[in-house]
């Protein structure tokens, strides 16, 4: 809430210097092809929330050095890098009013990529462990809280980044250091409530 009140109250000029300096922290604005750059192991991702502005929309993207995760589930690791390795996005966007938790989101897999930030593990082990846990994790969202794109302020609701930054946490994940700019990721400082991780009925 603080960063929009600061967003609203900046002088047009300053908050035009502020946008100027997003948009320069960017990478180059590039869709990416079917197979993309290889990234081995966990990375934070994100692309634009709006193609206009430099806001981003968070998600995590996982290539598990360990094969046999595509074998046991083909319905998440679906997708193919430019080096052959199973792949698949886990990010949140809009639903019917309500905050979708979604693997493979069409925007997550092909618009450009404006930050990205590996997330290393140890070893292979607590890779798998990670992996699990996020899928799990996810496993146990009930897709029931409402959606807002800037929480608090647009609504009562939740948005992606508040979703990547709640995953993150729950599988003892650090938050993306790119999140810390100044209106970067809204969102990122609020996380969803435990009561939204309820285990679905069967």
Known sequence: MACLLLLILT???LLGALLWRLYGLE???SPLPPRPPARPGLWYCSH???RRFPFQHLF??????DASWAGRRPDLFSQRDAAGSAYCTLGAGPRDGKLYLEFNRGFDLGDPVGFEEPI?????AQENLRIATLLDAADSYGQELEFAAWSR???RGYNCNSMVRTLAG?????RPRFSR???LCPGIGRGLPDTAFAKREA
Do not use: E, F, Q, V
């Not at 995590?60 to 050095?65: D, G």
């Not at 290393?120 to 292979?124: I, K």
């Not at 729950?170 to 650090?174: D, E, H, I, K, Y």
């Open 170 to 174: 729950r599988s003892g994940l650090p």
């Open 11 to 13: 002088p047009p000029a």
């Open 120 to 124: 290393p593990s140890a070893d292979s």
């Open 181 to 183: 700019h100044l209106l």
């Open 48 to 50: 634009r929330a709006d």
């Open 153 to 155: 302020i647009s609504g």
């Open 27 to 29: 990478a180059p604005r």
């Open 60 to 65: 995590i993207r996982l290539t598990p050095s």
